[in-house]
């Protein structure tokens, strides 16, 4: 029976469920969330892990967070957090976003998260769409910036570079706001994705050494353009299938709807 004195002692029936990613991930928080918050990251984790994606991803961010550090963090490495620049604005349980002239995050270069040559993916969950139609996903510095995401450019196309140095357009788009995917299985190949959908499957660009790429990645700047959308997660790693695509997006549908993003 868990009686007042036990709560009072600091037990917390849901933490005695949770997976060990799960609280690797609560370890790492400066600010703990509530008990119905960890509820919905231990579904989530366990989901990803049930789904077979959670070994795909190198680094998956959850914006939509109670707090701005939590949102920073990588839950599949939680010792990572990604570095915020001129301050980018946060909106509890909404997400991060850039102002379109200065402010950025900073992730890692693309090796160190998972990705690999023919076997890459990476995305984000745009809540709210910004007014600029430049890359949202890019590099500090535009000289070999091989993983772009641009979720609407200027002719309203979904465009963006996978492991290359040439970008691929998939399909027209009427808006900047979904949950935008880019992934390779193969070289030869590059598939774009939206709320959990494909648009289109092109021709991969011809592939650069990864090794090259000088700086980490960033989110809500491509060297001198910055972006201003409003991003709820954001998640690089190994190629997804179709399949992997459209579970993974349920997953962050439900996530989403469980802390009132979506």
Do not use: C
Not at 54 to 69: F, I, N, R, T, V
């Amino acid at each position: 029976m868990i009686t007042s004195s036990v709560v009072a002692s600091g037990y917390r029936p849901a933490r005695q469920r949770i997976t060990t990613e799960t609280k690797a991930a609560l370890a790492a928080m400066t600010v703990q969330p509530s008990e119905k918050r960890i509820f919905v990251y231990d579904v989530a984790i366990r989901s990803l892990k049930a789904a077979g994606l959670w070994s795909k991803l190198g680094w998956l961010s959850l914006l939509a967070a109670h707090d701005e550090q939590a949102g920073r963090l990588n839950l599949v490495a939680p010792s990572q957090v990604m570095t915020a620049v001129n301050s980018p604005g946060f909106t509890v349980d909404h997400g991060f976003k850039g102002d379109g002239a200065s402010s950025y995050l900073v992730l890692a270069l693309p090796p160190a998260m998972g990705m690999a040559a023919g076997n890459a993916a990476f995305g984000a969950g745009v809540r709210t769409g910004g007014t600029t139609v430049n890359p949202l996903i890019g590099q500090v510095s535009g000289t070999n910036s091989f993983e772009i995401l641009w979720p609407s450019n200027a002719s309203s196309r979904f465009t963006g570079r996978m492991n290359s140095a040439t970008a691929v357009t998939f399909g027209a788009v009427t808006s900047r706001a979904g949950r935008f995917v880019m992934s390779k299985v193969a070289t030869d190949t590059t598939s774009g994705y939206l709320n959990g959908a494909l648009v289109q499957s092109v021709a991969a660009a011809t592939e650069s050494d990864l090794s090259t790429q000088a700086n980490p990645t960033t989110l809500f700047r491509q060297g001198s353009t910055y972006a201003d959308d409003e991003v709820s997660f954001v998640h690089f790693g190994k190629g997804m299938t179709a399949p992997d695509v459209a579970a993974f997006d349920a997953i962050m549908t439900t996530y989403l709807q469980g802390v009132g993003a979506a």
